[in-house]
């Protein structure tokens, strides 16, 4: 993304101008924080922050810690919003396991990996996971998968899937989750309201996870919503 420069215009006016200049990436598409062996403003900044930032200075074990408790324990609903073409994808939060139906603005704390390069490269990651990603239907979790970077595919360990989707995923018209979350450890799943012709409810809910499990191992957890 072009970065905004600000330049002195008349009368103190500050004018922003972009640069021009892309954030650089790594191979797996996340944003690379090392620094320039010529941006020595960057670096001072970077030390800067990491011997005067009271919370930076913390050890890294606490700061973990503090992490993991602003970032994690949510379940992050994916939804379209606006009337472009396609729809901006935009984002609620609630508690996991919470009773509430509604998914609220995301608290500031879930910000603090665009506060600093630092935080960027200790807090990011927890957001995928420590979290659940769930959606408001099949073709959000469609388009929500193609845009991701590998290097946060890779992080994912948590999804509910939505309604309708496990009926295409179980006719092989999506691919297995491991190999697009090759970290997953949980997969939640609508409960299905009818059973499968001549089985109880249970009987259905255990085919279910036996053909999850031939999908995706044992070490996955089915989860029922």
């Not at 330049?7 to 797996?28: E, F, H, N, T």
């Not at 139906?101 to 935080?119: D, E, M, N, W, Y």
């Not at 845009?147 to 989707?165: C, D, E, K």
């Amino acid at each position: 993304m072009a970065k905004a420069q600000a330049i002195s215009g008349g009368r103190g006016r500050v004018i922003k101008r972009k640069s021009g200049k892309q954030a650089r990436k790594l191979k797996s598409g996340l944003l690379d924080v090392s620094i320039p062996q010529n941006a020595t403003h960057l670096a001072e900044i970077t030390q800067r922050n990491s011997t005067q930032s009271l919370l930076l200075r913390l050890p890294p074990e606490i700061r973990n810690k503090i992490w993991k408790y602003a970032v994690g324990g949510l379940e992050i609903h994916i939804k379209e919003i606006g009337t472009y073409c396609p729809p901006w994808l935009s984002y609620g939060t609630r508690p996991i396991g919470a009773k509430e139906s509604i998914f609220k603005c995301p608290r500031f704390t879930f910000h603090l990996h665009q506060v600093s390069r630092q935080a960027y490269f200790e807090v990011s990651p927890f957001i995928y996971t420590l979290n659940t990603f769930s959606f408001d239907g099949v073709m959000i979790m469609d388009r929500w998968i193609k845009i991701r970077a590998l290097g946060q595919m890779q992080l994912v360990t948590s999804i509910n899937i939505p309604f309708g989707y496990f009926s295409l995923y179980i006719q092989g018209f999506r691919r297995i989750f491991r190999k697009k979350f090759p970290n997953i450890k949980r997969i939640g799943i609508y409960e299905h309201s009818n059973p499968r012709l001549g089985e109880t409810k249970e009987e259905t809910k255990e085919y279910i996870v036996k053909q999850v499990h031939l999908r995706e191992g044992d070490g996955v957890m089915v989860e029922w919503r």
